[in-house]
């Protein structure tokens, strides 16, 4: 089918032939005698072209255009202009009216005219698609960030999560890691089953074990009922181990256990039971130094690290650095219902500073500004993220759903946005997005 039309002519004769012709060019025609009952049929969603003479009884062409604009101003509509109606064609066409066509036209103008509406209106409204599955996937994702680091990290991310494999996230203090764990299981298959954190620095002594293994009736003092660990409350879903750099070697050796044999022992019970779980753990220490410092079980690294993420510094990230803030801002104005005012040369101090505490750190510093704690003053404007960044992280978000929608389909997903080929993979290259993480 080429498109759907609603036709508007009110000489029965010209109705009759011209449904006939376009049906036959392959349009799907709804025909109508009066501009009012056209109307009644346009909705927003309306995908297809509105095509109508000017001159009817009661509501004309023009204010049947018109009152189209009013539901929708993208559905293209196409005017027949009689004899001596031109000039007031030429004035539609300032209006918004898509094309008009004298009397008595010619059939193939008439068809190509109305295949380009229909396409415009397909791309319009695959373009609100887009945009609005955009907004859905940002709010879903909030791991901001435009530069290659970062583009390359949530490739990465959506490529791991669907192969459900244990996974190191590394990377300095406040870079992001447990943020990446979230993304790694709500972008999985366990997205519907449990998410069970455990910092393995902040376990309390002594309980540690019990904690993460449980125990079985009677096996410990004042317990006599058996307690499972949040290793089985973990079960079905994900269990990350944050901050694993941090754990008493003693447990080290019953985590391998659970890893290796995908069941756990809890304390005095003579049985193992089986797990069904997903491990990730985080580390912000080199594991391999802490293996030669004998801290760190060399069998425990070995396994956890089948795959292993890097969450890069802020200061690896350029001018990410303007987006995060930006965005951190916003969040604390909406937060705490202020406004504020930030200095001059805001801008070059977040690039300078080189963020040691990383996006928490700049997360703190963003809300410390807005409480007016720190280097705010009255009456000057904002620094914005340059536009560059900006449209660089519009872009790269953009790219990388019409990939996701396609499963990497680079055709398909360049229709979708409309680019030129060679604009699309030059886009592709200056971005760093691995096309070939999308493809299912
Ligand atoms: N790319 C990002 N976009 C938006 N928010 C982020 C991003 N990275 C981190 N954050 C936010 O920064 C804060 C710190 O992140 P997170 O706790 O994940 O870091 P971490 O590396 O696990 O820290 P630690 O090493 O101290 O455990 C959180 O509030 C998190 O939501």
């Known amino acids: 089918m080429t498109g759907t039309l609603l036709f508007v002519e009110d000489d029965d004769a010209l109705r009759t032939a011209t449904v006939q012709l376009l049906e036959l060019a392959g349009f799907d025609v709804t025909a109508f005698a009066d501009a009012e009952s056209a109307l009644a049929a346009v909705t927003p969603d309306f995908a297809g072209a509105v095509v109508t003479d000017i001159r009817m009884a009661r509501m004309d062409g023009l204010e049947l255009a018109a009152a189209i604009r009013g539901v929708d101003a993208e559905i293209p509509v196409i005017l027949v202009t009689g004899h001596g109606d031109v000039p007031m064609a030429v004035a539609a066409l300032r209006d918004g009216a898509f094309d008009f066509l004298a009397k008595p036209f010619a059939a193939d103008h008439l068809v190509a005219s109305l ?227 930030l200095p001059d040369g805001a801008a070059d101090r977040l690039r300078t500073h080189d963020w040691p505490g990383n996006v928490r750190e700049l997360r703190n510093h963003a809300f410390a500004v807005v409480l007016g704690m720190e280097g705010a003053t009255q009456g000057e404007a904002a620094p914005l993220p340059p536009l560059a960044a900006r449209v660089a992280a519009f872009e790269a978000g953009a790219i990388e759903e019409a990939l996701r929608r396609t499963g990497g389909q680079v055709t398909r997903a360049i229709d979708l946005l409309g680019l030129p080929r060679k604009t699309f993979y030059d886009k592709v290259n200056r971005l760093g997005i691995d096309v070939a993480s999308f493809r299912r």
Request: with cysteine; charged share 30%; net charge positive.
């Open 115 to 341: 295949t380009r509406a229909v396409e415009r209106r397909r791309l319009v409204l695959d373009n609100r698609a887009l945009r609005a599955a955009m907004a859905a996937a940002e709010a879903d994702s909030p791991l901001i960030g435009a530069s290659p680091a970062m583009v390359r990290l949530r490739a990465s991310i959506r490529q791991l999560a669907g192969a459900d494999l244990d996974v190191l996230v590394e990377g300095e203090t406040g870079t992001g890691k447990e943020l990446v764990s979230v993304l790694l299981h709500r972008q999985g298959p366990r997205r519907a089953r449990p998410f069970v954190a455990v910092n393995c620095a902040a376990l309390p002594e002594g309980l540690a074990e019990i904690e993460l293994f449980g125990h079985a009736a009677d096996s410990v003092p004042h317990s006599r009922l058996a307690r499972d660990g949040r290793i089985v409350a973990s079960s079905g879903g994900t269990l990350l181990l944050d901050e694993v750099d941090s754990m008493p070697l003693a447990m080290q050796a019953r985590l391998l256990r659970v890893l290796e044999e995908r069941e756990v022992q809890p304390i005095g019970a003579d049985r193992p039971q089986p797990v069904n779980l997903r491990v990730v753990a985080t580390s912000k220490s080199d594991l391999s130094a802490l293996v030669e410092q004998g801290r760190f079980r060399a069998d425990l690294l070995y396994r956890l690290s089948t795959v292993r993420l890097r969450v890069p510094p802020v200061r690896e990230r350029g001018d990410d650095v303007l987006l995060l803030f930006a965005a951190f801002v916003a969040e604390a104005r909406a937060e705490l219902g202020r406004e504020v005012r």
